[in-house]
């Protein structure tokens, strides 16, 4: 099996806050990140896709159409974006990585034509990421 | 699907890579320039990686509020602008290479409540990185 990964970059701010906790809870548990106008991050999404390369083109997935499918799932809609207020998938989510990835491995797994989704990983800064890998997958996709 | 989230750190630290055990001629032989009796350092980068489920009510498998202070209160104030074999206990006896500073921030590590601890990955330059992950630690 061979593992291919693509890498796609969006801009887009957030917040953090639980309505159902108080305005001192909040604050506490998310600290800055609960800032009411929001902040920003440069994300950074690396797409493994796992799979037996086609004998008749030697490619896992054409990279033209994973390239297509970021642009479609992800980058048409998160990239300058709200993600407290625009993204549908996220309403009524903390917009975390964690959450935010794991919208996207939903949104990308049921339009990968050729192979499989092995592996989501979303970094909101250098210092932070968050993997979403397939429950069956060895996690040797993870070093992409 | 699985989630993980990796966090990362850095520290600075002198080591010597020596085994009492062997004869000088051996240490050097083995150890090369990190034999070096007086010693030499790395910018170590450390990336932590925590599982679990998310929590419905923050949206996160750990809050960095809560992981960032353990690993500085574990690691980083014993670990960093140390001299590892001088002053980290563990290294009295072990030779801190690489692979046995992940097993024992590995280690240190390990009781974090909040979250289960997957991997411990070093990168002690920016050419070599050892990992350690749970299933490898005994």
């Known amino acids: 099996m061979i593992r291919i990964t693509r890498k796609v970059e969006f801009s887009a701010s957030h917040f953090y806050n639980n309505p159902n906790f108080s305005l001192e809870e909040n604050r506490r548990v998310f600290g800055k990140c609960n800032n009411p106008h929001g902040h920003g991050h440069n994300y950074t999404l690396e797409v493994t896709i796992a799979g037996e390369p086609d004998p008749a083109t030697g490619m896992v997935l054409d990279l033209k159409e994973l390239k297509a499918i970021l642009q479609r799932e992800v980058m048409d809609r998160m990239d300058h ?5 625009e993204v549908p998938e996220l309403a009524g989510k903390i917009p975390t990585c964690e959450n935010i990835a794991t919208v996207i491995w939903q949104l990308l797994e049921p339009k ?10 979303l970094y909101e800064s250098p210092s932070l990421f968050v993997d979403c890998t397939a429950a069956s997958s060895d996690g040797a996709g993870r070093r992409a | 699907m699985k989630l993980s989230l990796t966090r990362r750190y850095d520290f ?6 020596h085994a009492p055990q062997l004869s000088e001629q051996e240490n050097q032989r083995i150890y090369g320039k990190c034999n070096n009796p007086y010693g030499h350092g790395h910018n170590y980068t450390l990336d932590v990686t925590v599982t679990g489920p998310v929590d419905p009510s923050t949206g996160m498998i750990a809050n960095l509020g809560d992981l ?33 500073v992940c097993r024992e921030i590995f280690r240190l590590l390990q009781n974090f409540p909040a979250a289960r601890l997957e991997r411990v990955r070093i990168e002690e330059t920016s050419k070599n990185s050892f990992e350690i992950g749970v299933e490898d630690f005994a």
């Open chain 2, 12 to 17: 600075a630290a002198s080591h010597r890579l």
């Open chain 1, 81 to 85: 974006r709200h993600l407290n207020y």
């Open chain 2, 68 to 100: 960032d202070p353990f690993v500085e209160r574990e690691v980083l104030a014993a670990f960093d602008h140390k001299n590892l074999n001088e002053e980290v206990a563990e290294f009295k006896a072990v030779v801190p290479t690489t692979e046995n």
């Open chain 1, 112 to 121: 990968i034509t050729r192979g499989k989704l092995d592996r989501v990983r």
